[in-house]
Every structure is written in structure tokens, then in C-alpha cells.
């Protein structure tokens, strides 16, 4: 077995582990219990008013 085939037979197999590892993580994340947090532990940020002026057009003088 020559090294081309050999080093494309490894890189396929690292792939292979990689890509079942990555669905056994999904599948352990998405058993998860996911709650949403209470709205009382949100800090009420005060609220801001800005205001913007814009001058469409310059008169020529």
C-alpha cells in the first residue's frame, strides 16, 4: 500500500470519528432541559431618549 492511500485512508477515518463525535455531542445537548430564565432576574435598564436632528437641504445663500 503506497503512503497516498494510506495517509487517505487515516484522513478519512479521522473524519469519520470526528463527524460521530460531533452527533453524539448534539444528542447530548439537545436532551438538555432548556427553561427559560425568570423574567425577576432581568435588570430593568433605564430607558434612553436621543434625538436626532437632520438637515435635509442647505439653503444657498
Do not use: C, H
Amino acid at each position: 500500500m503506497n503512503r497516498s492511500k494510506l495517509v487517505a485512508i487515516l484522513t478519512g477515518a479521522i473524519s469519520v470519528i470526528l463527524a460521530i463525535a460531533y452527533l453524539i455531542l448534539v444528542q447530548l445537548l439537545d436532551y438538555r432541559d432548556m427553561k427559560p430564565a425568570p423574567i425577576s432576574q432581568f435588570e430593568q435598564a433605564p430607558a434612553i431618549i436621543s434625538q436626532f436632528w437632520q438637515i435635509d437641504k442647505i439653503a444657498k445663500v
